[in-house]
């Protein structure tokens, strides 16, 4: 039996069947991963380097966009590739190579970069909310925590259904600007001469490191490979290939759809915006004023319900990265919602942080800058990535050839280059240009940078030289064991939780199977009125009184049955008192009773079962 939990996106894994189709509806069958990973390079981090070029230069950084899209289509396709032969996604596979000491720090840098990426969306989505409905920043930020919901509700519908909201969110991109660029008019010559390379240097080098990073997401490569494997394929030679070759078309169609999104958000900005003489509209609220101006109603509204759409679908792609990174480097699952609401709030605070000390206005810098940080982190997601395909005792006939290997280790170094190149750039600045104390650059910002690097180095540098032999497993539980010869286990002293409701006769019914009646009972019973959390066993109220009296008849019944039985009240939290009575009893074995909670009463009430279980160390029977 396929153990599910070894599996990357358990919930969802294999869950499209793709066998028994012919022609277009085999295709469609694999169109939806690729989908999911390009609203990634149209989310609003994309729209604020995109507008900041557009209005600076003009139509000179298009081919930055260029060349990042066909990076980007490269290293997918790899990401994919990894995913469908090895069964692996990018962490995962980090897992495997990478001692420990390097995973760690390999999923803190992912960590930021997804924390980068919500940030992002964040910011665009509170944006979009402001200039459509007038709503302050800080409430549209705010408001960005509700869709936390909104993914665990997509998750519980299955794949697909999420699949058609993130293609839906994509459509309305798409059409708004395909109807800007009508209205607009952009000369056509002129925009074919962005395509020319040019030297970059100062603040356009800065702004196409931020294309480039918000363009080839490192989040997005981890997310690849995980999602392919929700196709569920025949694992022979015909059916791997096939699925490479339809996975290709659909990465293919997908970003390019994207690279028009992002042309068209910089040509918008150039022709708008540029060759009117408004060179320093870095801000996405400018951008919408002065599309007003300009252009009249539509054009601005279409671009705020663009904002808003590319926001809300790419928070949700954002989200099941971080599931991805997680599971695969720590080998570590929580609840989605935790984790989920963990990321969210993470990117929350400096957004809050940005509005009230620096002002609404600062937003476009902080939206900018957080591509940056993703184009920085860029380098240790693509080269394992490189190593992992490139690895033909593991990929097999499925290794990539050599004219890959040239063209994604070319990307690499260019990637590598430009942030080697930004961040000695940048280190100059402050060193030349700040006003304070300087120390602080010396004694951290500096050996934080070599550090990194030595890190990067490592990363590349290890997979030539030797292959990390220790045995590791993706199952975040373990691995079977040899069960062996089982001897009989008798319980002397039984724990029986009970609330005098009508579940207390299932719970006694199990737990005096287990013991029989050689076995000793204990009664245990919590109240936790105000006045016992304060005054514990002090407490004589008419709660407890009941409650002793409650406990006497059980006492007595168990007694006429031939079963011997003590009472144990506690006062307090439930689960810390009863685990106290647990381990003051030393206790053999505690039976019960489910509370029945469901949803989000869970949430809100929390469970004395779960907290119980991680505060002893007997088994625990739960009755429901």
């Known amino acids: 039996m396929s153990n599910k939990n070894s599996e990357s ?6 869950s499209v069947i793709t066998s ?42 298009i081919w930055v966009l260029l060349m990042s899209n066909l990076m980007a289509l490269l290293l997918q396709s790899l990401s994919a590739r990894l995913g469908i032969v090895r069964g692996l996604d990018l962490a995962q596979a980090s897992r495997n190579t990478y001692p420990s000491y390097i995973n760690y720090p390999l999923y ?3 960590q930021i970069a997804i924390i980068a990426c919500d940030l992002a969306e964040i910011i665009g989505m509170a944006i979009g909310l402001n200039l459509l409905f007038g709503l302050p920043l800080i409430w549209g930020v705010s408001i960005t925590i509700l869709d936390t919901f909104l993914l665990l509700f997509l998750m519980n519908k299955g794949m697909r259904m999420m699949e058609v909201f993130i293609v839906s969110m994509v459509f309305i991109v798409g059409v708004s600007f395909l109807t800007e660029m009508f209205i607009v008019k952009p000369i056509l010559g002129e925009v074919l001469s962005g395509f020319e390379p040019s030297l970059l240097s100062g603040n356009a080098l800065y ?29 022979t030679s015909k059916g791997i290939k096939d699925s490479l070759k339809y996975n290709l078309i659909d990465t293919t169609i997908a970003l390019n759809l994207a690279f028009f999104v992002n042309a068209a958000i ?38 705020a319900i663009a904002l808003i759409a590319s926001g809300q679908s790419s928070t949700i792609t954002g989200t099941l990265a971080g599931q ?61 990535l490189i190593h992992f395909n490139s690895d033909r005792e593991k990929m ?29 750039e940048e280190i100059g600045t402050w060193l030349t240009t700040t006003t304070i104390s300087v120390w602080w650059i010396y004694m951290l910002v500096i050996p934080l940078a070599i550090t990194v690097g030595i890190l990067l180095l490592y990363v590349f540098l290890m997979p030539f030289f030797r292959k990390y032999e220790h045995k590791i497993s993706n199952v975040p539980h373990g691995e079977a064991l040899e069960i062996g010869v089982l001897e009989q286990v008798e319980y002397k002293k039984i724990g029986i939780t009970v609330d005098f409701s009508k579940n207390d006769r299932n719970t006694f019914r199990h737990a005096l199977i287990q013991g029989g009646k050689n076995a000793d009972y204990y009664l245990i019973h919590i109240v936790e009125t105000a006045a016992a959390r304060f005054h514990g066993e002090k407490v004589l109220d008419h709660e407890t009184q009941s409650d002793t ?67 002893v160390n007997i088994p625990i029977m739960i009755v429901k």
């Open 266 to 303: 910089l040509i918008l900005a150039a022709t708008a915006f540029y060759k009117n003489g408004l060179f320093e509209v870095a801000e996405i609220q400018d951008a919408y004023k002065l599309l007003d101006n300009i252009f009249g109603s539509v054009a601005p509204t279409l671009f």
């Open 549 to 615: 009296d409650n406990l006497e008849k059980y006492q007595q019944n168990l007694k006429d049955l031939g079963y011997q039985s003590h009472i144990e009240i506690g006062y307090g939290t439930a689960a810390k008192a009863i685990s106290e009575l647990v381990k003051a009893k030393n206790l053999d074995l505690l039976v019960m009773g489910a509370h029945g909670h469901k949803g989000i009463s869970d949430l809100i009430f929390g469970t004395t079962v779960d907290t119980v279980r991680h505060n």
């Open 9 to 14: 996106l358990s919930e969802v894994h294999g």
């Open 20 to 61: 028994g189709k012919t022609g277009w509806r085999k295709l469609m069958a694999f169109i939806g991963p690729a989908y999911l990973v390009s609203v990634g390079y149209m989310d609003p981090g994309n729209w604020a380097t995109d507008i900041a070029g557009g209005s600076q230069f003009g139509y000179k950084l």
């Open 108 to 110: 803190v840098l992912a």
């Open 396 to 424: 097999k006939e499925y290794t990539i050839k050599t004219w890959v290997k040239i063209l994604a280790w070319l990307s690499a170094l260019i990637i590598v280059s430009l942030n080697v190149q930004l961040v000695i």
């Open 324 to 384: 991805i990174v997680m599971e695969g480097h720590l080998n570590l699952r929580i609840q989605p919602w935790i984790r989920r609401l963990l990321t969210r709030l993470l990117a929350i605070l400096p957004a809050f942080f940005t509005i009230l000390y620096f002002g609404e206005d600062a937003l476009g810098g902080l939206l900018i800058l957080s591509q940056v940080v993703l184009s920085l982190q860029l380098g240790f997601a693509v080269i394992p």
């Open 207 to 235: 702004i196409a490191i931020g294309i480039i990073g918000a363009t080839v997401m490192p989040h997005n490569l981890y997310l690849h490979s995980s999602l392919v494997q929700t196709r569920k394929i025949e694992r």
